[in-house]
């Protein structure tokens, strides 16, 4: 019985041996078209489940991404487990999460969006080369393809692969065959005007949908005398989309990628298969339906199994095809070394101590993806990736870096524009320079410039004191200046103008302090105010001579900073706290002076409603005779209703409470719009020592509002109980 039974095995065993040598080899071309390439994991699915071998593969753009996962190894389950479980909004954003940046690189967030940045490096004004950051995407494949990472030839992966780019310089395909596995397939995707070319083996390479987005000569030439082919590239687009320069722009790669399409289409043999998945409408962005593109794919394969299941092959001829295609991977190393690759100004040696991976200890992919994101936050890369380099002595982790092309002087522009219905508008443009590594401990200077209502020059030299990020030994010290022009009315009783000020301050400082990581920042320094005020016109009678007069305010200041919200604009998470204490001399008074100013915001949500909850106070000393003073409110949630700084004076309180609800999953040139309202309580007191409860103003909003790439944009009503009602258009941070 049991010779009879080894009889058999041996007897299926020969079949299926010669099932496949008699079989014609199968090749796997799959084309891009951006996320509509994520159909191709729904065909893997249903030639998995069909018994169809696939011996090689070659594909483009996001097929190349798709197909060459699946050639090292990963199953279609695999696949799908992965890149469903991706957020993509945060795949390809800009730069890392806002709660992981310094807060140098946080700060500027409330002034000026961070989605534009130009830079002028050798004399020239530089802009990034892509609109899309492909760094998340970038280490989504490094950890990815760590366990072929000591495969160099791609015939020898598990299905051998190609995949295909293009040669951004005379314009002609590459095939790439050989090398490091995951930068090839970024290398594919290089969509012009989204992701920027990678420049790889002296060649700088774009997407190679540009001249073969259906590589089926390519597979041929792999030895494939079987084709199954799958067709997810965008259609043309009609005439009302080509309105818009992006849309021209789509359209002309559109039509160079059609082209190339119809070519290889040609080229199809009568036993080939080919696939045309009905995408309708999805798009190449249409990233966040991923579960139904693939439902698509199954579908697509599901509807010609006529004519795949001739290529199916046994059970146990499948299932040695299978095993034949494993992947051995290796074990993970203890690392012997770590280097950093690509940067020519920074030292990111600088971070060493604060990397989670370490010489000497085993190498975890998780740890090293946190050290990516980590480096990335520094704000000096537009691309962090990492990959490991065996030697006799042991493995390398090497982190390549992509230093900003436009930088290292980089300008950002921010604008805030306001009108209300009571005739009140303002405009203010502001600039800002920053400028990294001016020294070998990575110096900053930065300089603000605001025109407008409130005009203002803001400079400051930022000195690191150590060589190494972290520890008790990480101090900088900062001196800076602020000149400032402040138009500033007074209004009587019943909201009425009666006058109109105008504030010149000179403000300058120096600090000593410590970064907190990712957690924010403490400054300990001196500080010097130097004001005035004067009189441009009014109704009553002023002390003229007492408002020209220089008023001076010397002394300590200590400011503790921490900042972990998610977003600077319509955050969903986090919280921001700010608290300010200046003691000396003031010119005018009798003993010590002081200055306290405290600001506080909690974001929390709930499903897709979000309570933000803000706190403001400040006070400082009140000279004689003078009116108004240094704080302010009054306009949009800042007590709506009010004119806008209708209150003015030396004390200052606060409270907000806000909520607001996203309003599309897939917004336009936003990063969403949202619907709200807000319910505030507050006031200004003149003299700190009157500050009361029972004085507070009672107001509330109702706003439209849109997170835009220059700022936040709302359109809104407000209501005050001691004011009136306004109805407000505002570009910017109320």
């Known amino acids: 019985m049991r010779l009879w039974l080894w009889g058999l095995a041996l007897l299926l065993c020969g079949s299926a041996l010669a099932q496949t040598a008699q079989r014609p080899p199968i090749g796997l071309v799959l084309s891009g078209g951006g996320a509509r390439g994520l159909t191709h994991i729904g065909v893997l699915k249903v030639l998995e489940r069909e018994r169809i071998p696939v011996d090689v593969i070659a594909g483009t753009s996001m097929g190349a991404i798709v197909g060459g996962l699946y050639a090292s190894g990963m199953d279609a389950a695999s696949l799908e487990r992965e890149l469903l479980a991706l957020n993509w909004p945060q795949m390809f954003a800009s730069r890392v999460d806002r709660q992981h940046l310094s807060q140098r690189r946080k700060e ?233 690759e690509g940067q020519t100004l920074t030292r990111p040696e600088r971070w060493l101590p604060v990397l989670a991976s370490q010489v000497g200890q085993p190498f975890e992919e998780a740890k090293a993806v946190r050290d990516t994101r980590l480096l990335a936050a520094s704000g000096d890369y537009s691309g962090v990736d990492f990959r490991l380099e065996q030697s006799p002595e042991g493995d390398t982790l090497v982190f390549d870096l992509s230093e900003k092309h436009w930088g290292p002087n980089y300008f950002k522009i921010g604008l805030d524009l306001s009108t209300d219905n009571n005739g009140g508008s303002a405009f203010t443009l502001r600039l800002s320079h920053n400028r990294h590594w001016l020294n070998r401990l990575g110096a900053e200077w930065r300089n603000q410039l605001s025109i407008g209502r409130s005009p203002s020059l803001f400079s400051e030299f930022y000195q690191p004191l150590s060589e190494q990020v972290g520890g008790r030994r990480d101090w900088f010290v900062a001196g800076w200046g602020e000149a400032q022009l402040r138009q500033q009315s007074l209004y009587d009783a019943g909201g009425q103008e009666v006058a109109q000020l105008r504030r010149t301050a000179l403000t300058s400082g120096l600090d000593l302090g410590q970064p907190w990581g990712r957690l924010g920042e403490l400054r300990l320094g001196l500080w010097q105010e130097a004001a005035r005020w004067k009189e441009e016109i009014s109704e009553v009678t002023l002390p003229s001579d007492r408002l020209g007069q220089v008023q001076r305010l010397r002394g300590l200041r200590a400011r503790v900073q921490i900042d972990q919200l998610d977003e600077a604009s319509f955050p969903t998470d986090g919280y921001r706290l700010g608290l300010t204490g200046v003691l000396g001399k003031q010119t005018g008074l009798a003993g010590r002076a002081h200055r306290v100013e405290l600001d506080f915001a909690q974001a929390r949500s709930w499903g897709g409603h979000t309570l933000n909850l803000q706190l403001r106070a400040a006070a400082t000393q009140q000279l004689p005779d003078v009116p108004g003073g240094p704080y302010s409110l009054g306009g949009f949630q800042q007590l709506s209703g009010l004119r806008q700084d209708q209150l003015s004076g030396n004390a200052l309180l606060l409270l907000r409470a806000g909520w607001y609800r996203r309003l599309s999953d897939k917004p336009v040139l936003t990063r969403g719009w949202f619907v709200g309202a807000s319910l505030e309580a507050g006031n200004v007191w003149l003299a700190p020592r009157a500050l009361s409860l029972r004085d507070l103003r009672h107001s509330a909003s109702v706003f439209l509002g849109a997170d835009t790439g220059l700022g936040p944009l709302y359109l809104g009503l407000g209501a005050a109980r001691e004011g009136g009602t306004a109805a407000y258009l505002f570009l910017g941070r109320p």
């Not at 534009?116 to 950890?143: F, H, K, M, W, Y």
């Not at 995951?182 to 290089?190: I, V």
């Not at 722009?249 to 119809?262: F, H, P, S, Y």
């Open 108 to 340: 500027e967030d409330f002034a000026f969006s961070p989605a534009i940045e130009l830079g002028l490096r050798d004399g020239e004004l530089r802009a990034p080369q892509g609109t899309v950051s492909t760094r998340g995407l970038e280490v989504l494949l490094r950890r990815l393809t760590l366990p072929v990472r000591h495969i160099q030839r791609f015939s020898d992966l598990p299905t051998p692969f190609r995949a295909v780019a293009t040669d951004m310089e005379i314009g002609e395909p590459v095939v790439m065959e050989d090398g490091d596995l995951a930068q090839a397939l970024r290398a594919s995707m290089s969509v012009p005007g989204l992701f920027s070319p990678i420049e790889r083996e002296d060649r700088l390479l774009g997407d190679g949908g540009l001249v073969n987005n259906l590589p089926i000569d390519v597979v041929r030439r792999m030895g494939a005398q079987r084709v199954i082919a799958v067709n997810v590239g965008t259609p043309l687009a009609g005439r009302e989309t080509l309105g818009t320069a992006l849309g021209l722009t789509a359209q002309m790669i559109n039509i160079l990628t059609e082209q190339n399409v119809k070519r290889s289409l040609a080229s199809l043999w009568e036993e080939d298969v080919l696939l045309n998945p009905g995408l309708g409408a999805l798009t190449s962005g249409d990233f966040e339906r991923a579960a139904e593109f693939i439902r698509i794919g199954e579908a697509s394969a599901e509807a010609l199994l006529g004519e795949l299941r001739p290529l199916a092959l046994s059970e146990a001829a499948y299932a040695q095809w299978r095993t034949a295609r494993a992947r051995n991977a290796l074990p993970l190393p203890r690392l012997a070394a770590l280097r950093f």
